[in-house]
């Protein structure tokens, strides 16, 4: 195996038994385009909690999912938990009025949710937990963003997922390098032809004229 892959393999099996790699090991083992992947992912990872998001979605969706798991109490009687259910729906739907109000105002909050925020059709969202949009910091288990996308993702984890990416990509990488070299060497050797033909044609000029 080549030496190169087998340190990509040394490193994650490094990272897999819990140790660490220094930033220099796994810097140097990778190409210059995965780190730079990797500090775009470190980057997200510091600024992810401090996006901007709407203060009032949150306040109702939270009032409305306090009601909804109320409704799912068997400690109330149907008719209340009728009313607990209605009740967090007109919540939901206020919800969904205020983070349109404020994505309108500024698209970018779009960021810090889990899901598409697409307010063209009514039936976008369905008014339940599990459907309506949780900020990707969300510990909610109906947040569909992610441990990456969530900031939750650790550096050893983004290491190792780097790693392995390389790993990955590491023949399909050796044989782009082979084919480039191999063209390289095709157009040198092109080239020195091309010095012979010119060499040629001059010795030709000079026996005409004699």
Excluded: C
């Amino acid at each position: 195996m080549n030496w190169k892959k087998q340190r990509l393999h040394n490193l994650i099996q490094r990272l897999d038994q819990g140790n660490d790699v220094t930033l220099r090991d796994f810097k140097s083992a990778i190409t210059s385009d995965e780190y730079e992947e990797y500090l775009y992912r470190i980057d997200w990872k510091n600024q992810i909690n401090s996006f901007s998001y709407s203060s009032g979605y949150e306040d109702n969706l939270k009032k409305g999912i306090f009601l909804h798991n109320k409704s799912q109490s068997n400690r109330f009687s149907k008719s209340v938990r009728t009313k607990f259910s209605n009740q967090a729906q007109l919540m939901f739907e206020k919800a969904l009025i205020e983070l349109e109000n404020d994505y309108i105002q500024d698209p970018s909050i779009q960021m810090s949710y889990d899901r598409q925020l697409d307010f063209s059709t009514k039936s976008g969202f369905s008014l339940s937990p599990d459907d309506m949009p949780h900020r990707v910091t969300s510990k909610s288990i109906d947040n569909i963003s992610g441990d990456e996308a969530s900031g939750r993702i650790t550096k050893k984890a983004l290491k190792r997922a780097t790693l392995q990416i390389s790993l990955d990509n590491f023949d399909n990488r050796s044989e782009e390098q082979k084919r480039k070299s191999t063209q390289i060497k095709n157009e040198e050797i092109s080239g020195e032809d091309q010095v012979r033909i010119d060499i040629l044609a001059e010795k030709l000029k000079q026996l005409k004229k004699k």
